[in-house]
């Protein structure tokens, strides 16, 4: 937890890099741990470390050095892969901002404390000035209980079970201007600058998919030595063999593709992954975990599809990361637009 918090605040200053090789050993084991690792170093967390006042930085690195999981919050019911269309409002009132809407499928709503709330920022005169983020943190054992916040209620998820996906409501929550995080060009490319420090976060799961892959590989290539049929080892058949060779160089390619995104500095200046690197890495390691996982439960049999082994559950865990945290095709248009050179409309009237 806090892996990438500076020194200064009491983490250990690692690099996005250190942290995505310690998230792949995890998620060989446990997704669901190594997603906390990522949300607890990369995303939420990372934005604050970049572009936080000073008060916000010694506020937050504490709570998740003791174990708190941020949660980010963009997405709504009416505005997912369109995220800018979000309705959520942060309205200019004294001494801060007031924030009414709903977001759901909030990873770790209503058991994460901290909370990184994107929001349409309207001035005083009711305007739309951007997209800012806004940090509520509900911890009522400390007496911290924003009025106005609440948990409506949980998806039921095919995967990923033990931590919650929630829809969470905010009326009239009041943020304090200390705990208003301002992107560093202002509110108007907000949402730009906030999602430079959300690449962090698709690189980790990117490097989750990997991981879950990555275990899959080594749980198949460990049977195929064990299992015998036809009086042999199934590994000597070159019918598997193929496969796993295939499976051995999609997870190296994906791990590369990651390391090479998670050294990468975009172009804000502010030491996060560039953006079409990190959408080409997740988008690859996404989809090439969800064949090899798949190939993997094959090797086993009647046993890969039984529950006593971890591949269904890998199976069903990994289906995910090619949805949340930007969707392939989403990313496709990411990279698409990269290698074109052009920026591609994406509404019927134009550009978002
Ligand atoms: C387990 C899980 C955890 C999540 N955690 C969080 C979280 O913590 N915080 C948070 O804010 N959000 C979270 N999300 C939400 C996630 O980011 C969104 O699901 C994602 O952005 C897609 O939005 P959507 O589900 O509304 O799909 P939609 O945007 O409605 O997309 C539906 C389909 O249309 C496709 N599509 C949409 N636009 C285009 C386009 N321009 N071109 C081509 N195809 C397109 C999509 O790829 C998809 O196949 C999570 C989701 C999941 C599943």
């Known amino acids: 937890m806090g892996m990438t918090i ?7 200053g690692a690099s996005f890099l250190d942290t995505i090789v310690a998230v792949e050993e995890i998620a060989k084991a446990c997704t669901l741990s190594a997603r906390i690792v990522v949300e607890a170093n990369m995303g939420g967390i990372s934005a604050v470390m970049a572009y936080g006042t000073e008060r916000q930085k010694t506020f937050v690195a504490p709570y998740v050095l003791a ?42 709503g209503g058991i994460s404390k901290l909370h990184l709330v994107f929001a349409q920022v309207l001035d005083d005169a009711g305007d739309n000035i951007g997209i800012g983020g806004f940090i509520v943190c509900n911890d009522p054992e400390n ?13 039921r998820t095919m995967g990923l079970c033990g931590m919650p996906e929630a829809s969470l409501q905010f009326d009239d929550v009041f ?37 879950v892959a990555a275990g899959a590989l080594e749980h198949a290539t460990r049977y195929l030595l064990e ?10 058949f070159q019918g598997l063999q193929w496969m796993l060779a295939d499976m051995d160089a999609s997870v190296h390619a994906s791990r590369l593709m990651l390391h090479e995104a998670a050294q990468s500095r975009g172009a804000d200046g502010a030491g996060f992954p560039d953006v079409t690197l990190a959408a080409r890495a997740k988008l690859f390691a996404s989809e090439a975990a969800i064949k090899v996982v798949n190939d993997a439960l094959q090797m086993f049999g009647a046993r890969g599809y ?12 990994v289906r995910m990361f090619t949805i949340g945290g930007g969707t392939a095709q989403v990313l496709r248009t990411q990279v698409a637009s990269s290698v074109l050179g052009i920026k591609t409309p994406q509404t019927r009237g134009g550009y978002l």
């Open 306 to 317: 039984g529950a006593d082994e971890p591949l269904e559950r890998m199976y069903r865990d």
């Open 227 to 236: 299992r015998h049929q036809f009086g042999r080892p199934i590994a000597e």
């Open 67 to 108: 174990g708190d999981k941020p949660a980010i919050c963009i997405t709504e019911p009416n505005a997912g892969s369109a995220a800018t269309q979000m309705a959520t409002t942060a309205r200019r009132v004294e001494g801060g901002y007031v924030i009414n809407g709903v977001k759901h499928w909030i990873t770790g």
């Open 175 to 211: 943020v304090a201007d200390e705990f208003v995080l301002r992107p560093p060009s202002g509110f108007k490319r907000g949402f730009a600058e906030l999602m430079n420090a959300y690449n962090s976060q698709r690189v980790g799961a990117g490097a989750i998919a990997m991981g």
């Open 143 to 155: 007496g911290l209980t924003p009025e106005g916040f609440s948990v409506t209620g949980r998806e």
């Open 6 to 12: 500076p020194t200064r605040y009491g983490g250990l």
